[in-house]
Structure formats: C-alpha cells, structure tokens
C-alpha cells in the first residue's frame, strides 16, 4: 500500500508539472509545442514509469503528442483498481476476524424471555404502581378533610416547641437533661457477675489447656527418658553443655520427686523466700532474676505455690519451665507477658480439691548476662486472716509449706519484711525465728525502705529492724532495698536507677546505719549467692553419703527378700506386660477353623433359641394347617432377618471374641509364673477390657451379614436326605435343651421330685399344683390347641380352684398355663420330629397334607443360617476384627506408657515398690556424684572460686 501510495504521488505531481511551467519543460506559448528537458531527472522518472520511448529532439511545431496523455490516464485507472481491490479485500478479512470472535462470546439466548411472561410482568408492576398512587392520592385527601396535611402539622408542631421552651429554660429539668452524667448508665450487679462469670470461664479454659499442655510435655519428657534408656548403655550421653548450677537445679528436681512419693526430705541448700503477703518478696526475686517474670496482684494473693527459680549465667536473657522445651526471652513484653501467664495457670491448675494454695514445686530456669547462680524457693505469703473466697484451712497450709522448707538445716531464709508497715504486724518473723532461733541461716531484707523513709515519723524504727533489736528474731545479715516506685509497669532498668539514686541521696542510710555493701539488691543477690554456694561445697558431702547408705540398705532388702529375681522398675515391666499381651493376640490367630464355628455356633444358638421357640415356633402354630403354619413362619423369619437378627449375631461374635481372648489369658495363670506375672496382671486385664469396651463391628460386616442370611432363611428346600436327618436330629436336641430348661425353671415340683429331696411343699406350691391339675385336662386328647385360654375357660379353671380351698387370680392362672402349654408343645414336637423320620420323599414330591413336617422344613432353614453366620463371622474375626483389636490394644499400651499414674495404678506388688525406689536412690547418687566431680574440677580450675566462701555479716543481736 505504501508503494503504490508513492506512486500515486508522483503522478500527481507529474500532472502538477505539466500544467504548469515547470523548469524542466519550455512550452512556447506561440508555437504551443513541448520542450522536454534533455537531462532533467522528472523526465527520467516519468519516461520509465510510463514506458514511453521519447526520442533526444525536439518535437515538431504544432502536433500534439496524445498518447503520452493517454497512456497517463490508463496508468492512473490502474491504480484505482489496486486501491479498491485492496480495500475489499480488507474488509472481509475483518468481517471474518469479527464473525470468529463473535463465536468465541457465550451463548446468551437463554437470556431472551418470552414475550408473553414479559407483558405479564409490566402489567403486574403497572397494576401495582397504579394501586400504591392511588391510596396515597386517597390518603392524602382524607388528611385534608381532617385538617391533617404534613406542612400544617409540623408547623403546629414547632410553634407548640417554642412555647415550651422558655419554660423548659427556667426549671432544672433542662439542666438534668442537658447533664451528659445523667444517662452515663453505672454496670448493674447483673452485669458485673456476667463479667466475672465470663472471666471465670475464660480461666476455667486456660486452665484446662495449660493443664493438658503440661500433660503432653511430661509425657515428651518420659519419652525422652525411656528413648535414652532403650538405646543401650553403651550408647554416652554428651553432659558438657549441662552448667554446674543446671545439674544442681536437676538434682533438687529429682529430690522433689523422691521426696513427694517416699515422704522424705533432703538437706540440699536452697534460698527460701518468705514474707507476708504484698510484702514485696516476689519483687525481689524479680530484682534479682531482672525481669518482671512474676504475675502482681493488688492486695491478692498470686503466689499460690511454690516456684523454684535457677538462675545461672548465661548469654541470652531467657526462662524455661523445667518440663518444657520453650525459651521465652524476658527482652520481650510479649512473652513476659505469656510466662506470667503461664506461671499464673500453672499455679491455677496444681490447687485441687478445693483448696487455696499448692505444695506441687514450679520449676523455673532463668539465665542472663551477670546473674547470680543459684536456687531460689518463693514460697506463698503468711496471711494472718482467712477472707472471703479462701478455703477454710488457708492460713494452716501456706504455714505448713512454709515449715516444710524452712526446717531444712542447710536452707538459706531470705526472710523479707515490709519496712512500710508497722513492726508489729509482720506475721512472718515469728515463724523464722520458731525454726532458725540462733539466725546461722536467716538473712533479713527490708523493702520499700523509700516509703518508710517518706511515711514514717520516726527513724529510729528502721534503724532499730536493720541493727536486729526490734523484732523478735536474729539474723545472719540485713539488707535494705527498694524493688519499685509503686508502679507494676515499670521495668527493672527503671527502679534499679531508681534504687540507686533513692540511697545515694537519702539522709536516712547515709549515716552509719548499714554500709554501702549492704544496700540494693545487687549486693543483696551477690551475697546471698556466695553464701548459698559455701553451704552447697559443705553439704552435698553429707548428702551424697547419706543416699549412698540408703541405697545399701535397699539394695541388701532386695537380696534378703527377693533373692531370684532381678530388680526391674514399671517402665520395664509395663514392657514386659506389652510383651505378653501382643504375644496373645498372636496366638488367637492360631485359634482353628473348628474351634471358631463351633464357638460361635453355640453362642449364636443361645442368643437366638427363646426367639426361635417363643416367636417362630409357637406363635405360628394354629392347628392342623401346614399353610398358615409356613405363612406365618415366613413372615417373621423375614421381619427377623431385617431387624434383629443381624445385629445380635454380630453380639454373639463379639462375646465369642473376648471369650476367645479371655480363655488363652486364664490359660496363662495355670504356667508357672516367674516372680512378676502377678504385679502387671492387673494392667493386662485393664488393658484387654478397655479394648474390648471400646471395640465397634464394622458396619459393612453388618449389611453383608444381613443379605446372607435373608437369602438362607428365604430358602425352604431341602437337598438331601442327609440334611432332612440332619434337620430332624438338630430339631430334637434343641427341643431336648429347651424341655429340660422349663423343667429346671418349673413354678412348682413333681411328687418324685420332692421325695428326693425329703421337702414338704409350701402353701404356693400347694396352690400352683392345684391350678396346673385343672389345666392339664384342656391339653389332653387335643391334636391342636390354642396357646392362649379364652374368659369362659378362665373363669371354669378359677371356679375349680376356689372349689379346691384355693382363691387364685388370672395372672397366676396364666403364667401356670404359659409354662403347661410350652411343655406339651415341645413333647408334641418331639413326637413330630420322630413320625417325620422317613417323610422326605413326600417332602421332596410336595405331599405336605399326608404328614405336617413343616417344623423339621423351618429347624432346617434355621440350622442351615446358623452354618452360614458362623463362617462368615468366623471369617470376619480372623480377618479384619482381631486386626484392629489389636490396633486398638497397641495405641492403649501406647498411651498408658506415658501415664505414670496409671503405672502405678496397675503395677502393684512389694517388689515393684522397693525396685521403683532402688531405681530413684541409684539415678539420685549418680547425678550427686556427677555433681560433686564438677564442683571440684572447677574449685581446681581456680584459686579464687566464685561462690565458696560466705561473706561476714556484722552480726548484731
């Protein structure tokens, strides 16, 4: 197209040229010829597009040259026909290109309506439309007959508020309207409970929550335990990474267990915090840990337990639980605030049994740059009175705990009292100075010197509790520091500045009241970390000689009573019982195909047996009619099939089952047993019922179960002579059985019977056998008869009774006749199956009215279901039931194994007892003896061991 474009062009500008005078053509006027120009470059160009051979002379005068002209023109028409030519050509290309893209659109001819539905639809709306116009236009006219128009009444309205409002003005109504505190609605009592109870909810969740996250790490920590343990002892354990005041922190944790399930206590060294409550205790622990780790209360008690906190050097500011693997980094408000959570649920969830406060430890480890090592116990604060919401024994146990711990010889008493208070009502002093009269181990702490500097009008008190002579107590040292301004937000950085610059510039402990090195809480901390660790290098000596003797002496009680048996703790004998459990299940595979259907034959017979008699046999019997007989037999095998048949031999199987497994489990008490058979016994039997407890059939067994045995019922054909004999003989057993058990369930006993036994009857016998002598004569000399008795025979039998010095009522009557009438049935079904015994010709040819076998047909399709409901439960047992029992065993053995309060809830026995605690006393000595290998391998690296020698306090009594 651009081609022929620049084509174009030049032709118009050639016929531009010649029209006018060009410089390359001379056309003389009066000659009227052409001058071409001989080397002009348009001549050129023109005479090669035109093709036209111009001859280098000049034309002659007067003729014209036309066919230049012509040949011109053709040229042009040429270029039209390109032209439109091109741009039909374009235009169907892109009437296709459109026609493409408008296939490619979704069909939306669904969208058009039928023209009808439309017109119906706008007649409705305008019918609607027309409806709402005209009430409003109806509306509107009564308003103005009755003067109600909307313009009138709103002025009325507004010249009726003017009125009002000069009066309104002038009276304290306005006033009380206007005041914003009026409306300000104070939360009701309703409300207020609404909250607490939901706030008390929340907890009651956290509780719970934090209760099954300890759950599942103690149960991580035992499976550590027991991973280590199975690894093999040859298998060392790397011990490097443990700090010394880590293994210390761990032996006092194994201590705390030994001595909660033995009631013992050791003599390990300990920083026992206590005071009275909001006496600021916690707050010093916190100064000395530097982080607000603990949860505050205004005036409640938060301490409900008591927390012991490791502190160890370290390079990272964090705490850990000692049963959980999370760091929480006390740099961070966001998880401060979590582990003052968590210790707050902790607490929340070991007070049980409606108690106020806990004896169960916390275990705490927090390590920083700078901290000083050592174990510190904060203990909940004395009370002196019992409040509203405590239990009635509060006072009593927080002085029990409190006594548990501070009776311990080698415990060092951070005794802490509020120098803000009067000196008089410190509870906590008595108790001190009851367990520690001489003050060897009791360090005294006065807090909130700073308030008692402001409040107090007399100095000479504070003076007189930091030189000793005020309380009734005496003490190895004092120290005065301030843990806070009052306010809990603040963070530790803040009120150690605050510390700092309070006791440079008091009046009060500037003079000569204590040093310098017995101000703050840093020189408090560091001192009590020196001392602690001089009484841990001369105790732990003793300590370890003392579970050395005990473990002696437990050790030669193990040889002297059980001298054949190896000492095997619960987590290796609850494996052994894992052991022997999974080994039965193994041999209930091995059970033979006999042994199962026979099994399950009988069961399935005993559950279906009173059915069959009292439902089947009995109720379908009317006379002599074998077609009424097989119509009502056919109809409730059918209802039977659909209904309950199913689901009580799948029952049946199950009972086969745990009868299965609970007989090779009684076949193991007649081996002779090996010392410890009797101690798990009991967690074998919990485990094999819980199982079984909790073990469901599958429910497609079920379905399957119930088409087999419609299609066996549903077939009334007997095959062979050999299953008539078969039916006959299996009639007669079960008819055998059934007599002899309404026999042996008889209401009243024959005359042989009673001469036997040498036994007068009773005055009910006496009665029973008169009834049963005058109904034995309706059963007599009758092919057939009715099971029930009609009015006219009750009242004949009643009649006869009375007659015979007996007054009985119709249910008497009746039951004696429910167990007459079965007996003869089943005597005359016997008689039945007996005269049947070569009647399967006649069966097999149809001949059903020369003898009624109908009753053999019916024992036949019953037996035949049996067979087939035994092998298929048989089959579903040994393939798929005894599978997932044994799945279902595992995961309970798997769970069970983490639970030690279920160990030692079914492991039980003289012998477990005394290997459990071997085990604890050999694992205690040996981490004691770790630790006493460290401490002395760094007191060698050192001259100058940190923490070995306790600082002099001046001592004033």
């Known amino acids: 197209m651009r081609r022929i474009y620049c084509l174009f062009m030049r032709h118009v500008c050639l016929v531009s040229a010649l029209r006018k005078s060009s410089p390359c053509f001379n056309v003389s006027s009066s000659q009227r010829g052409y001058v071409i120009c001989r080397h002009s470059s348009l001549n050129r160009q023109v005479m090669s597009l035109l093709k036209v051979n111009v001859p280098l002379s000049v034309a002659p005068y007067g003729i014209r040259n036309f066919s230049l002209i012509t040949r011109l023109v053709k040229g042009i028409m040429h270029i039209r026909y390109v032209v439109i030519g091109t741009i039909v050509g374009g235009g169907l290309t892109l009437s296709q290109h459109v026609q493409s893209w408008m296939d490619k659109l979704p069909d939306l001819s669904w969208i058009n309506m039928d023209s009808t539905l439309v017109a119906q639809l706008k007649d409705s709306f305008r019918t609607v439309a027309d409806t709402v116009t005209t009430q409003k236009m109806l509306l509107y006219k009564k308003m103005e007959d009755t003067g109600l128009l909307p313009k009138q009444v709103k002025r009325d309205l507004l010249e009726w508020f003017e009125d009002k409002k000069t009066v309104l003005t002038d009276t304290p109504l306005l006033s009380l309207i206007t005041d914003p505190a009026v409306f300000e609605e104070s939360p009701s009592d309703e409300a207020k409970e609404a909250h607490e109870r939901g706030r008390n909810d929340t907890l009651q969740t956290e509780m719970k929550f934090q209760e099954k996250i300890e759950q599942l790490e103690k149960e991580n920590a035992e499976l550590r335990r ?5 690894s093999g002892k040859d298998v060392k354990l790397r011990k490097g990474n443990e700090s010394l005041i880590d293994m210390y922190s761990s032996v006092l944790d194994l201590l705390i267990d030994y001595d909660s399930s033995y009631s013992t206590q050791d003599h390990l060294p300990r920083v026992v915090v206590v005071g009275d409550q909001s006496s600021g205790k916690t707050s010093v622990l916190e100064m000395i840990a530097q982080a607000r780790i603990f949860p505050r209360g205004s005036g409640e008690m938060m301490t409900r337990a008591p927390v012991k906190v490791t502190l160890s050097d370290g390079p990272y500011h964090i705490a850990q639980f000692r049963d959980s693997q999370r760091e929480f ?37 927090v390590k920083g740059p700078g901290l000083p090592r050592m174990v510190l116990v904060d203990l909940p604060g004395v009370i002196s009175t019992v409040t509203t919401g405590m239990a009635a024994d509060t006072k009593e146990d927080i002085l029990k705990i409190c006594k548990t711990y501070l009776e311990n010889p080698n415990a060092i008493i951070l005794c802490i009292q509020d120098g803000s208070v009067d ?32 409040n107090l009008a007399n100095p000479d008190m504070i003076k007189k509790i930091l030189q000793g002579e005020l309380f009734p107590m005496k003490a190895l040292g004092y120290f005065a520091v301030v843990t806070g301004k009052g306010n809990s937000g603040d963070s530790i950085d803040v009120i150690r500045n605050y510390e700092e610059s309070f006791f440079a510039k008091s009046q009060l402990f500037q003079g000569s009241i204590l040093p310098p090195s017995q101000l703050t809480t840093k020189n408090m901390s560091l001192a009590v970390s020196k001392c602690f660790w001089k009484m841990v290098k001369e105790s732990i000596g003793q300590q370890a000689d003392s579970f050395k003797a005990v473990r002696f002496n437990l050790e030669t009680e193990w040889k002297n009573r059980f001298p054949k048996l190896r000492d095997i703790d619960r987590d290796e004998l609850y494996a052994r ?37 009292e439902n089947i046999l009995i109720s379908a019997f009317v006379g002599d009619k074998p077609h009424a007989f097989n119509t009502t ?5 059918k209802h039977w099939a659909d209904t309950q048949l199913p689901r009580k031999c799948v029952d049946a199987g199950w009972a086969v089952l745990r009868e299965q497994f609970t007989r090779l489990n009684v076949s193991k008490k007649h081996q002779p047993e090996d010392g410890w058979s009797s101690c798990y016994k009991p967690l074998k039997e919990a485990v094999i019922e819980k199982a079984l407890n909790s073990h469901t059939w599958n429910k497609r067994a079920l379905e399957s179960l119930r088409i087999i045995q419609q299609n066996a019922l549903e077939d009334r054909t007997v095959p062979s002579k050999a299953c008539w004999k078969d039916a006959i003989l299996f009639m007669e057993d079960k008819i055998k059985l059934r007599l002899k ?56 039998i009643r009649r006869n009774v009375r007659n015979s010095g007996f007054e009985v009522g119709e249910d008497e009557v009746r039951e004696t006749w429910h167990q007459l009438y079965r ?20 069966h097999q040819k149809g001949f059903d009215e020369v003898g009624d076998c109908s009753s053999v047909v019916l024992f036949w399709r019953v037996q035949r279901m049996l067979h087939i409901t035994a092998n298929a439960l048989r089959q579903q047992i040994v393939s798929t039931e005894v599978r997932y029992l044994e799945k279902e065993i595992k995961e309970i053995l798997n769970e069970w194994s983490h639970d030690s309060q279920m160990k030692r809830q079914y492991l039980q026995g003289a012998q477990v007892e005394l290997a459990e605690k071997l085990k604890q006393v050999r694992v205690i000595q040996e981490k004691i003896e770790d630790f006493i290998a460290m401490l002395n391998n760094e007191s060698k690296r050192s001259t100058h061991c940190k923490g070995c020698y306790c600082i002099k306090f001046p001592v004033k009594y």
């Open 226 to 230: 027991v991973l280590q343990s199975q």
């Open 633 to 637: 037999v056919d109809i409730k095998l």
């Open 329 to 365: 980094d006390l740099t961070s408000e966001k998880e401060l605030a979590e582990l003052r959570r968590e210790i707050e649920l902790r607490m929340l969830n070991s007070v049980k049994g409606g108690k106020t406060v806990s004896n169960e430890v916390i275990g705490l480890s």
């Open 823 to 842: 007996v003869w049935f089943l005597r005359k079904s016997l008689l039945t199956a007996n005269e049947c015994q070569s009647m399967f010709l006649h």
């Open 423 to 454: 000196a008089e009502r410190s509870n906590v002093t008595e108790l001190v100075s009851s367990v520690d009269p001489a003050g060897k181990r009791t360090i005294l702490v006065l807090t909130k010197v700073d308030l008692a500097e402001e």
């Open 741 to 796: 058990e309404l026999e042996k369930h008889s209401l009243h006993d024959s005359k042989t019977a009673r001469w036997f036994r040498w036994s007068s009857p009773s005055e009910d016998e006496l009665k029973i056998q008169a009834i049963a002598d005058h109904l034995k004569p309706l059963l007599h000399n009758i092919s057939s008869r009715n099971p029930f008795i009609d009015s006219d025979e009750m009242i004949m």
């Open 577 to 613: 019982a894992k052991t022997e459990i999974l080994d039965e299940l193994v041999q209930l595979n091995a059970t033979s195909t006999a042994e199962w259907e026979t099994a399950l034959r009988e069961k399935l017979w005993e559950t279906m047996s009173s059915y069959v008699f």
